[in-house]
């Protein structure tokens, strides 16, 4: 599977963007896919993760303003960000994970994820 976002860019502290990530392969819809980000100086965290089903988790921090989905007859799955703030200015990646566990909660560590997408920059600014 090969990932490739897009969709980063500059807004400013309150706007919104919607991250896309496309992928190759026909398997996607048994894939459980995640975004991660990392800012600079700081390690890569879990932001969101959705299982094939729909069911979906979020990180505290992100609760409320982001919203995962996938498409999987497009093998294409999107981070819609909201009320952005400039903590979560970041590179954001996203990545496949084979479907181990039923539930979304289960993928917030990057060791699950096989695959990883590039990363596309968000940078919000006060």
């Known amino acids: 599977v090969q990932l ?15 991250l896309s ?8 819809s048994s894939y459980t896919m995640g975004w991660f980000r990392q800012a600079p100086g700081k390690e890569r ?8 089903s729909g069911s979906a988790y979020y990180a505290d921090s992100v609760k409320g303003r982001f919203t995962i989905s996938r498409d999987n007859a497009k093998n294409t799955v999107y981070l819609q960000m909201n009320s952005l703030k400039p903590e979560d200015t970041a590179v ?3 990545a496949g994970a084979p479907q ?9 560590q990057p060791s ?15």
């Not at 990530?21 to 996607?28: D, E, L």
């Not at 181990?100 to 917030?108: D, E, I, K, L, V």
């Not at 699950?112 to 006060?126: A, E, F, K, R």
């Open 45 to 52: 965290e879990f932001v969101a993760a959705i299982v094939w």
């Open 100 to 108: 181990r566990y039923s539930a979304a909660y289960y993928y917030t």
């Open 4 to 18: 490739q976002a897009c969709g980063g860019g500059l807004v400013q502290a309150g706007g919104f963007l919607r």
């Open 92 to 94: 954001y990646y996203c």
């Open 21 to 28: 990530c496309a992928a190759s392969g026909r398997t996607f």
């Open 112 to 126: 699950l994820y096989d695959y990883w997408g590039q990363g596309t920059l968000v940078t919000v600014s006060s």
